[in-house]
């Protein structure tokens, strides 16, 4: 199985940050790389699972053979259910049984290395914090920061000074004479990547899909500001793949 070797966190940072990588690369299966994870998730096959490693990558894989395994195990069989319901459906079950392994994988962890009652609280609350796979897959995410996002998409050019029609923003790194950057901060803050899953940071390029009204990181869709520039209408990877299947 790829990902990198294995290694154990042994305090709630460590853990935590070993949570973040194993999302990120599962929320990167199911929306940016959504074909590609569609089309390893194959029906045919035997029963596969997701898995998301520490160092943000995925992977579709037989379950381990060894029992116990060394790991709680994701969900079993998750291609078999591919092509018996809609592509959202199927995108937002695994989703779910994604953020359950996270867990798992988490507090196994922490009852393996002995933590007690306030760092199970400090790590649960730390997790908490993120948006769960679920949310971000299916765009609940975006929902619970409306208000916000729909003025970060309709904001005048004073928050985003290279922005072209509200498509894409890199907003000012904030300065001694720059002082509007305060209330681009506030505007985007609650934002989230809709492929990561990430706050807003004033520091990062972005960019808005025309479709979906989603914001990205450009780094996380492969964007630059000057490839934005000569972009026209956007269209993220989840819309771009969008078609009907057979």
Not at 87 to 113: C, I, M, N, Q
Request: glycine fraction near 6%; aromatic fraction near 10%.
């Amino acid at each position: 199985m790829e990902g990198g070797a294995p290694y154990n966190p042994r305090t709630v940072e460590e853990v935590f940050r070993d949570f973040k990588g194993r999302r990120a690369g599962m929320i990167k299966a199911l929306t940016t790389d959504v074909e590609e994870f569609y089309q390893q998730c194959d029906p045919e096959k035997e029963n596969l699972c997701l898995y998301g490693f520490p160092s943000e990558q995925w992977e579709v894989n037989l379950p381990a053979e060894e029992v116990p395994p060394e790991l709680p195990e994701p969900a079993l069989g998750i291609n078999f259910a591919r092509d018996g319901m809609q592509e959202k459906d199927w995108l937002a079950l695994v989703a779910v049984h994604s953020d359950a392994w996270l867990l798992s994988v988490a507090f196994y962890f922490g009852a393996r290395f002995g933590f007690d009652k306030t760092d199970r609280k400090r790590l649960f609350n730390m997790i908490n914090e993120l948006p769960t796979i679920y949310e971000v897959v299916t765009g609940v995410a975006k929902k619970q920061v409306k208000d916000r996002s729909t003025i970060s998409n309709h904001s005048n050019n004073k928050s985003k000074p290279n922005s072209k029609a509200g498509k894409y923003s890199k907003v000012h790194v904030k300065d001694e004479d720059d002082g509007f950057n305060e209330e681009g901060d506030e505007e985007h803050g609650d934002t989230l990547c809709g492929a990561c899953g990430e706050n807003y940071a004033s520091d990062e390029f972005w960019i808005c899909c025309d479709i979906c009204e989603r914001w990205f990181h450009g780094k996380c869709v492969k964007i630059t500001p000057a490839r934005a520039e000569h972009i026209k209408q956007y269209k993220c990877p989840s819309c771009s793949n969008k078609r009907s299947r057979p």
